[in-house]
């Protein structure tokens, strides 16, 4: 995970300095990235709450594999450029979790 653990400005990075981004593994793991809007949503309304503590995931029921977030990135910027997929030996894990209370609580994702 740590070597990801900046992927997304890291991979911005890189595309600013027209460099390719790198995919340190073969890209296919899987991480779940939420809308800066549906967590402010979220927490507002968790303000007003009137339910019993409960731990709550906030996160995206939707996961991408790396290989996905760099394409989409690499769309978005309007670059013509492949990612360097270096196919490290590294600890491989997909990050996706449960976001059925969040829901239930606060309504699907935007």
Not at 1 to 10: A, G, L, N
Not at 32 to 57: G, K, Q
Request: glycine fraction near 6%.
């Amino acid at each position: 995970m740590k070597v990801y653990k900046k992927i997304i400005p890291e991979t911005i990075k890189k595309l600013i300095h027209g460099l390719p981004p790198i995919i340190y593994s073969d890209g296919q793991e899987e991480r779940s990235f939420l809308n800066v809007d549906d967590c402010v949503r979220c927490i507002w309304e968790s303000l007003s709450l009137h339910a019993p503590y409960t731990l709550v995931n906030v996160v995206s029921g939707k996961s991408h594999t790396i290989e996905e977030l760099v394409d989409i990135l690499i769309k978005i910027s309007g670059q013509d450029v492949k990612p360097q997929v270096r196919r490290d030996e590294i600890k491989r894990n997909n990050y996706i979790f449960d976001n059925s209370k969040m829901i239930g609580l606060f309504g699907n994702e935007t």
